[in-house]
């Protein structure tokens, strides 16, 4: 990568975009509150996004390590700073996040193996495609962790079916700052290269990730923590409830968001062509308000990163 790949691109939203804090938070979890079937009171959904937990730690490095490589490219320094903003956000993300798994490895999750698989492929995979490819895939992963909070934004029931309130705390909490920063790694993508098969290698990566190898990951938790599962009609009832939840056309998590997530496919798409800004608007109330925010307990500092030239 060289300032000569620089090509003529205009963000739709670098003029007058909000500014993206970096909130430092502290859960402080605790293994005995958790819920393993924090997501519609069942266990195989909400496996699935303990899965995802484990694994987006790993996702969100990469997404750290190649914006901080990419930001010296940038002339912008709007974008600049909200790469920066970025790379906070992300930063915290990984951090809680290792924290909440943490607590997953009392209940019996395969935290360790998952840790372990996880740093090979992207170790060992990912982190060695070209710089280009990895921009591309940072751009993919970044779409995709915005069609899930634009979802969740949707349906805020989901929080509320549970008493698990760190663990409603922390995914309100992530589905605010994915999408308060949905744009920022697509508009580093398209000026710094704008190639659009690079960026349908790099959607295709993000979706194989997301969509087969997390949810096989999730898809053994139940039956690595208690294989005798596998024989209890009580169980398979979950996996159906569940299925739905996740997959179902008309509200499931991806059967209803497949539309937006082909999006991405189109030449022109933008991640601003889904507009979440009074989702953002009501979520900042509800969860930032001092008083009474979901988050005031656990909000360390919120600054906004110095525009630099």
Request: proline share 5%; hydrophobic share 40%.
């Amino acid at each position: 990568m060289s300032t000569a790949t620089l090509h003529q691109y205009a963000p739709k939203t670098v003029g007058n975009a909000p500014e993206v804090p970096i909130r430092h938070m502290d859960f402080k979890f605790d293994a005995k509150d958790l819920d393993t079937t924090f997501f519609k009171d069942t266990e195989f959904a909400t496996a699935y996004f303990q899965a995802l937990s484990i694994f987006l730690t790993f996702g969100e490095e990469l997404v750290i390590d190649t914006a901080r490589y990419h930001r010296q490219f940038l002339k912008d320094p709007v974008l600049k700073q909200r790469v920066t903003a970025l790379i906070g956000q992300e930063a915290i993300h990984s951090k809680m996040h290792d924290e909440f798994n943490d607590t997953l490895a009392e209940h019996r999750y395969p935290v360790a193996l998952y840790r372990f698989l996880a740093d090979n492929v992207f170790e060992y995979g990912f982190k060695k495609l070209p710089n280009r490819m990895q921009l591309s895939l940072m751009a993919g992963i970044e779409h995709f962790t915005a069609v899930l909070a634009e979802y969740m934004m949707k349906n805020e029931a989901v929080f509320y079916e549970t008493g698990d309130e760190k663990q409603r705390a922390l995914w309100m909490w992530h589905m605010l700052e994915e999408s308060e920063h949905k744009d920022i790694a697509y508009d580093v993508y398209e000026t710094l290269s704008g190639n659009y098969p690079l960026r349908v290698s790099g959607f295709a990566l993000a979706a194989f990730t997301i969509m087969f190898l997390v949810p096989l990951g999730g898809a053994a938790i139940p039956v690595y923590r208690k294989p005798t599962k596998l024989l209890s009609l009580r169980f398979w009832k979950d996996v159906k409830t569940s299925l739905v939840f996740l997959a179902g056309p008309k509200d499931g998590v991806y059967g209803s968001t497949v539309k937006h997530i082909l999006d991405y496919l189109r030449r022109d798409f933008h991640p601003n062509d889904h507009d979440t800004t009074a989702y953002l608007e009501y979520y900042k109330e509800k969860l930032l308000n001092p008083k009474t925010g979901l988050l005031s307990p656990y909000l360390v500092k919120e600054f906004v990163p110095k525009l630099r030239a």
